[in-house]
């Protein structure tokens, strides 16, 4: 079995069929994250011994025709999820020497699937950026070009799914942390509707923003992994109690009438040209598959990345404030006062854009800015969130990039951090709104970087959207696209 | 029943001077200290040297918000408008401390230990 | 110059649940250092609140017992600071919209009826405890208490003086023990009240700069500490200075506040609602449920006791100082029909003597309602003189038992053979000629003398209405 051409589909029926074991599978995985990790920096911990005491439960499981879709699949998790006795750092030295006490719900779930975790993955700190050049566990470079940064704050999953070290990736996104490295890396990648996954154990950034997701090949793979990993939990007060869902529902629905919302600020100015056409081809494909354009207006689509500068950092400068150095967490060596010891614990700890976003957060919320600064963007979130929903009046499907440009190259955007925070302003407002969404490859730019699709669905209607993708992608390839430099193509 | 921006008022102390945005001047090295007192993260003289700038751009930034006309429109905080499910009063928690107490820089008797708290 | 002093209390009640505000650890008192501190107390990464449907409860039926408005619709907020026993850096606590708005409660101070009126009552969780001994120079954190649910109640400043707020804080603890929402135990912090002092000249209007005196958990310190906060201020402006709004810690020990935390330190706790909970939403019916679940109020009691059953207002306020003494009280009447004056009698009388005396709380009572209830109808029904009474009564605080099976054991049931006593009496009259003699005369007096004499010879069982009776009819019988 080619791991670079494998459908979780097709893992399972190979696992099911005993073509292959899980501890061969896992083994085959392990060894190829092992050989590229050095270069890729996919992932900050690998831990084959435990991999593979999982493997072994799953394989005893299929011995006895038990488990589930997901039994024996190796499965790599964002180091934002706590999974007990794993290091757990969130690509910060604050956490370090963290090893989760206990399991987040998401790892619970693919845990009690018959997962095998596979590794953590790198990830920007505290899931603050867009290039995955703010982890403490150094840079991720891109397999499709070393030079360029694979996108973030997950871009350790998605290089790991792009240079296909992991048939699925849990990942996050609080302003486009899946889709922007998806589109980077050209995988596909979804971040489901507020609520939808649990967020218990996931380490917080912004709370009424951050949502778990996944990335994969293909958008089969991601209804096959959204089916264990969306779960009401009563832990997390915002968990939204849904009936089960099969996102596979909706796949082999015609896509015919299918209308096709294009938000004129989505197609703007700022658009690479590369970007620009490979839209342009994509939409002509699901014309071809029957779907109509509609044009849409999002008028406040503008002010997303202000809105989400003022209310994420205020959420985060809050969440963070737990890393004081008493329980648990990096500690400074040198201090004198109890004052002292959380300053410097915390200045140690925490790398530099964590420390811009803690500050610019105190600042909006202190006295005499509250008005102006977060309750001011809580009213245009508002705003924002409505032009989504009258969007949604006229409209299947919101289309449009996700990201303005191709992946770009290392430091090009660290030294004035609004560059690089502008790089989201395609993905923001849907975090802001709550909606699902998602990121598909749909080609390559002049430099051979990928390029991605962004599809916006209404709350809760992620399974429209993955068959919405999972159509376009039988009737293109790009998806299957794997980086020249990981096709070593191991046989297991 | 009193408004927030009373309840700031009157709880409250003015602590940090108006800084940065259009709300009034840049931000300076002397707020820029109050704020990470407020933050409790010692900055580095290299940091201080180069934040001001950096903020001045976010600030720059988040400014754009103050031209909008948001009269009338409810700040949203959740992209949900439903209630907070509440749970049933019963204890679910198991004695962990060994556990979580490993985790910890340094414990004595069960306690968490810390320079001395000046009361 | 006259100064007046104003005075605001807010008192922090923990809740009677049995697991934490927004986890579910624990909340009982005295563990192990740490051993209930799950990963919510502790704030590990990751972890989320979800509230406790019971302490919302709880702060329903307070806003309900005070008349308050019971927000339909409220939120969670951070309150942001950094101290070592406070595991997120943040609490929290209701800003904006608190569940609790308005209300008043009615206090007594030297025969005057006074409302005081409630500006607020909140959710929020308390922090741990910092341990400062044996730590060789560091102090010790210990979470068990993080994250316990409280209510913080808050008057408006309309309090003058410290016999005021004393009242008002009697009052609440009487009232949050009454309605079951708080066990009211002082030296364990189940009840604590921050007073903010101020002072003004008598007849200006505008309010002084005031000091909070944080952590007051008796009614005494609450006295002194407020005592000595007035003393001190008035002292302070006499002398040309000004107050300086500040937080005070009362040192009982001293009986002093001095200052904890300067201006300098106030903090800009940056509240904002909680993002990982949505509004906290109270409907009708839940309203209704609890107003229906709300025992009869105390002052209600009151009313019924001096109203209904004739009682004093004295022996009325002694019934209802708890919702333990009205229970048994209460109790004690639906066991019978004996007289609820009588009843009333023997409860604040021989009972709370006794349990006084060997300092118990009364519904820890080693003689149940129903046992004393079996000992009054003796009483009652004549078996029983008042003297005989307090015997049985001793004999079932010592040894328990039933009334009835006491007195059948001990022969203590008064006299009711009449043949019995007549012949006592005759026998006394032969004895006595001149004493005959004397009342016979007119003296009247002499009857006492007989009924002593009467007690004596009988060890104290004649039934005092027949010896009255008989000896009247026979020291009149020529």
């Known amino acids: ?492 | 029943m009193a408004s927030f921006k009373t309840l700031h008022d009157t709880r409250l102390h003015h602590s940090l001077p108006r800084m940065g945005g259009v709300l009034s001047d840049p931000l300076n090295e002397t707020s820029l200290h109050q704020l990470a007192r407020l933050a409790c993260i010692q900055l580095t003289e290299q940091e201080l040297a180069v934040l001001p700038q950096q903020f001045d751009s976010i600030l720059g930034l988040i400014d754009q918000l103050q031209a909008v006309d948001t009269h009338g429109v409810e700040p949203l905080a959740q992209a949900f408008d439903m209630p907070v499910r509440l749970r049933a009063d019963e204890v679910t928690a198991k004695n962990q401390r060994e556990l979580f107490q490993s985790l910890a820089p340094e414990v004595e008797k069960g306690l968490y230990l810390v320079p001395k708290v000046i009361e | 110059m006259n100064w007046e002093m104003v005075i605001g209390l807010e008192t922090h009640v923990q809740l009677a649940t049995v697991s934490k505000m927004f986890s579910g650890s624990a909340t009982a008192f005295g563990a192990p250092p740490n051993q209930q501190a799950n990963e919510v107390d502790l704030a590990l990464p990751g972890v989320l609140p979800v509230p406790n449907r019971q302490a919302v409860a709880c702060a329903i039926r307070f806003g309900l017992a005070v008349g308050a408005n019971i927000a339909p619709r409220s939120w969670f907020a951070r309150k942001n600071y950094f101290y070592p026993d406070l595991p997120k850096g943040y609490q929290i606590s209701q800003f904006e919209l608190p569940i609790v708005q308005g209300g008043a409660l009615e206090i007594e101070v030297e025969g005057v009826r006074h409302s005081v009126q409630l500006t607020r009552a909140h959710l929020e969780e308390d922090a741990g405890k910092s341990l400062h001994e044996d730590f060789h120079g560091r102090s010790g954190i210990d979470l068990n208490r993080a994250g316990t649910p409280l209510l913080e109640i808050v008057t408006e400043p309309v309090m003058r003086s410290a016999a005021e707020a004393v009242a008002y804080a009697r009052m609440l603890h009487r009232l949050v023990t009454w309605i079951g929402i708080c066990d009211g135990n002082m030296q364990e912090g189940s009840f604590r009240c921050d007073a903010n002092v101020s002072v003004r000249p008598q007849g200006q209007t505008a309010l002084g700069t005031r000091c909070e005196i944080k952590n007051l958990n008796s009614f005494r310190f609450l006295e002194r500490a407020i005592q000595f906060e007035f003393a001190r201020q008035v002292e302070l402006l006499e002398g040309g200075g000004r107050v300086i709004q500040e937080t005070r810690l009362y040192d009982p020990d001293r009986d002093e506040t001095r200052s904890m935390r300067s201006k300098e330190d106030a903090q800009d706790y940056r509240y904002f609602p909680d993002p990982d909970l949505l509004p906290l939403c109270v409907d009708a019916s839940w309203i209704e449920s609890e107003r229906a679940a709300l025992p009869e109020l105390p002052e209600a009691l009151s009313q019924r006791l001096q109203h209904t059953l004739g009682l004093s207002a004295y022996d009325a306020g002694l019934l209802t100082a708890s919702r333990a003494w009205a229970e048994y009280y209460l109790a004690l009447l639906k066991e019978g029909a004996v007289d609820p004056k009588l009843c009333a009698n023997w409860v604040t009388g021989e009972l709370a003597a006794a349990l006084k005396r060997e300092g118990l709380e009364v519904a820890v009572s080693p003689v149940s309602s129903s046992q004393l209830a079996g000992l009054l109808a003796r009483v009652q029904d004549g078996t029983l003189s008042g003297k005989l009474a307090k015997e049985v009564f001793d004999i079932l605080w010592r040894e328990g038992g039933v009334a009835d099976a006491i007195i059948a054991a001990q022969g203590l049931s008064q006299m009711s053979d009449l043949a019995a006593l007549e012949g006592v009496i005759d026998e006394l009259m032969v004895q006595h000629p001149e004493q005959v003699a004397e009342f016979r005369g007119g003296k009247e007096k002499v009857f006492g003398f007989f009924v002593g004499r009467a007690m004596k010879a009988t060890g104290g069982r004649a039934n005092p209405a027949q010896l009255n009776e008989l000896l009247r009819r026979k020291l009149a019988a020529v």
């Open chain 1, 1 to 492: 079995m080619n791991l670079d051409r494998t459908s979780l589909r097709e893992l399972a029926d190979g696992l099911r069929s005993r073509e292959f074991s899980s501890v061969e599978l896992t083994q085959a995985y392990l060894e190829r994250a092992h050989h590229q990790n050095e270069t890729l920096g996919c992932f900050i911990t690998l831990d084959p011994e435990r991999s593979l005491i999982q493997a072994r439960a799953a394989d005893q499981r299929l011995a006895r025709a038990e488990g589930g879709p997901l039994t024996g699949i190796p499965v790599a998790h964002k180091d934002i999820f706590c999974t007990a006795g794993w290091l757990t750092t969130c690509g910060s030295r604050m956490l370090s020497n963290f090893v989760a006490p206990y399991d987040a719900h998401v790892i619970t779930r693919f845990n009690e699937a018959g997962g095998v975790i596979l590794g953590k993955t790198n990830m920007d700190e505290f899931a603050m950026g867009s290039s995955n050049e703010t982890s403490f566990y150094g840079k991720v470079r891109n397999p499709w070009s070393l030079d360029h940064v694979p996108g973030g704050s997950s871009g350790g999953s998605a290089a790991a799914v792009a240079a296909r070290l992991a048939p699925l990736a849990t990942a996050s996104d609080t302003g486009g942390s899946i889709r922007q490295p998806a589109a980077l890396c050209g995988v596909s990648g979804i971040k489901p509707t507020y609520g939808r996954v649990s967020r218990y154990g996931m380490i917080a950034y912004a709370s009424s923003l951050d949502q778990g997701g996944l990335m994969a090949p293909s958008a089969a793979d991601l209804a096959w992994g959204l089916g264990i990993m969306a779960d009401y939990d009563e832990r997390d007060a915002t968990s939204v109690a849904r009936p089960e869902e099969d996102f596979f529902q909706d796949f082999e629905r015609p896509l015919t009438g299918l209308r096709i919302g294009l938000p004129r600020q989505y197609f703007g100015s700022g658009v690479d040209a590369d970007v620009a056409q490979a839209m342009e081809e994509a939409l002509r494909e699901y014309e071809r598959l029957g779907a109509v354009r509609v044009d849409i207006d999002l008028p406040h689509s503008d002010l997303s990345v202000p809105v989400y500068y003022v209310l994420a950092p205020a959420e985060a400068s809050s969440n963070l404030s737990r890393y004081d150095g008493v329980r648990y967490g990096w500690r400074a060596q040198q201090y004198g006062d109890l004052q002292e010891m959380i300053g410097r614990s915390r200045a140690e700890g925490f790398g530099a854009e964590v420390k811009r976003r803690i500050l610019t957060g105190a600042y909006v919320l202190s006295q005499g800015y509250y008005d102006a600064y977060y309750l001011q963007a809580q009213r245009v979130r508002r705003l924002i969130q409505q032009d989504f929903l009258q969007a949604f009046e006229q409209c299947d499907v919101i289309m449009g990039p996700t990201t303005p440009t191709p992946a770009f190259p290392f430091g090009a955007k660290t030294e004035d951090p609004v560059q690089m925070y502008l790089s989201d302003i395609f993905t923001i407002g849907v975090n802001l709104a709550g909606l699902p969404a998602m990121s598909i490859p749909a080609g390559f730019g002049a430099q051979g970087l990928p390029l991605g699709l962004q599809l916006i669905g209404p709350h809760f209607g992620e399974a429209r959207l993955l068959a919405v993708a999972h159509r376009y992608q039988q009737v293109t390839d790009w998806h299957r696209r794997v980086p020249v430099y990981a096709a070593a193509g191991e046989r297991v």
